[in-house]
């Protein structure tokens, strides 16, 4: 074979490589999880259930998402109303080898009054609020037929249940935090709803699925206004475009692509109060450490309560939430104060506590102190403490 002829069969061999390559490229997968279903109907409005909801908003989204994202296989734990097990949703999830998981939920609180958007990711979480709804999810599992043997044993109700989320490996960590954070901005962007953050807490779907994963709490089925909003169709539509919207963002991001944005009318402001000057919630809100003072920040409940806290250090500028000085701190919390980003350790209500804090959180930030806060304002730790003994 002469040298011209080799050429070309390099060439050509070249050339089919590289189709056969592209026509190979893998799928983007994302698993969409609408969660209850059938016996098992979640929050219970007096208008709307939660299993409708979430599946109504799974489909949607689903929609969206095959209509302009011809590069990404949907793949759905329920398309109707059905009753799927815990560990079956993560079976789906984990054999298709999906690259993203997107839970759809409704809140319900025992206060009326209590309303607003959440997003949570898998996390260890200290906060009882967060607990008590990643309980409530969890307590699906009790409706399957031969949970003890399906979850080894696992009983949402117990306290000690959640020791086996210790073994959690955040591998998925910062790409969930990237999802759940656009998903927070984009739903709040579009909606009344109060913008309550991003936040961790222990959910049993999370855990167990391999791939970055986000649980959405859409609204409180509970609060009537919350409830109206939901069980509209228009604004049904608004919130699928708006989660829609934040996924084209995250694999665009991930994957260096090209998607389309779809414009949402009628975008409101969302709902928030005015800050006070300092957020807490982190780790179960991850975000406050990275978010604008009006953004993704759930305001502490105005009170004259006295709260102890470890500060750890101070920066002139916001830090990254991934940021080895920060990351993994409990209960994570940051202030502005004369020009500067300070961040806290623990939310505790005694000084004992707080000095037992102190103490841990000096074998990695020596210049570690404690301070004060009674209700949002910071005051003395000497004044904190006299207060505390009345």
């Known amino acids: ?17 590289s189709v056969v390559g592209q026509g190979t490229q893998k799928t983007f997968k994302v698993v969409l999880d609408a969660g209850h279903g059938a016996h098992d109907p979640g929050c219970i409005g007096t208008k709307v259930n939660e299993k409708t909801v979430n599946l109504s908003m799974a489909l949607k989204v689903g929609k969206l998402i095959e209509e302009h994202c011809p590069d990404v296989k949907v793949i759905y ?3 109707t109303d059905v009753f799927v097990e815990l560990y079956r949703r993560a079976e789906i999830a984990n054999k298709e080898h999906a690259d993203l998981f997107i839970s759809f939920h409704c809140n319900s609180s025992e206060n009326p009054n209590g309303n607003g958007v959440e997003t949570y990711l898998m996390g260890l979480s200290k906060s009882e609020a967060n607990q008590a709804v990643a309980r409530r999810e969890n307590s699906a599992i009790l409706k399957e037929k031969n949970y003890q043997e399906n979850y080894g044993g696992f009983d949402p109700n117990a306290p000690e249940s959640n020791i086996i989320f210790s073994l959690y490996s955040s591998a998925y960590m910062n790409k969930s935090i990237i999802l759940a954070d656009m998903v927070q901005k984009n739903l709040v962007s579009i909606s009344h709803l109060t913008d309550r953050g991003v936040k961790q807490a222990n959910y049993w779907v999370l855990y ?8 959405i709490e859409m609204g409180f089925l509970s609060n009537p206004g919350d409830q109206a909003f ?11 475009a708006g989660i829609y919207n934040a996924f084209v963002d995250y694999i665009d991001k991930i ?11 009628g975008a409101v402001a969302p709902k928030t109060e005015t800050p006070p000057a300092i957020q807490v919630e982190g780790p179960d809100t991850v975000a406050a450490a990275t978010a604008e003072p009006s953004q993704n920040v759930t305001p502490v ?3 004259n309560e006295i709260r102890f806290k470890v500060q750890i250090l101070a920066s002139p500028v916001k830090l990254e939430v991934t940021d080895s000085r920060i990351w993994n701190i409990p209960q ?26 102190l103490a841990e959180m000096k074998k990695t930030h020596k210049d570690a102190f404690m301070i004060a806060f009674q ?6 730790v000497s004044e904190a403490r006299k207060l505390t003994k009345k």
């Open 332 to 357: 994570l919390g940051c202030y502005q104060e004369n020009g500067l980003w300070k961040y806290t350790a623990g939310d505790e209500t005694t000084y004992e506590a707080a000095n037992t804090l």
């Open 1 to 17: 074979m002469n040298l011209k002829k080799r050429i070309l069969l390099y060439l050509l061999i070249f050339f089919v490589g």
């Open 375 to 380: 209700g949002d304002k910071k005051i003395s």
């Open 301 to 303: 409940e105005k009170s």
């Open 208 to 215: 167990r699925v391999a791939m970055p994963s986000i649980l």
């Open 255 to 265: 994957n260096n692509t090209k998607h389309v944005h779809l414009p949402v009318s």
């Open 77 to 79: 734990t329920r398309k």
């Open 230 to 240: 939901l069980n509209n169709q228009e604004n049904q539509n608004k919130i699928a």
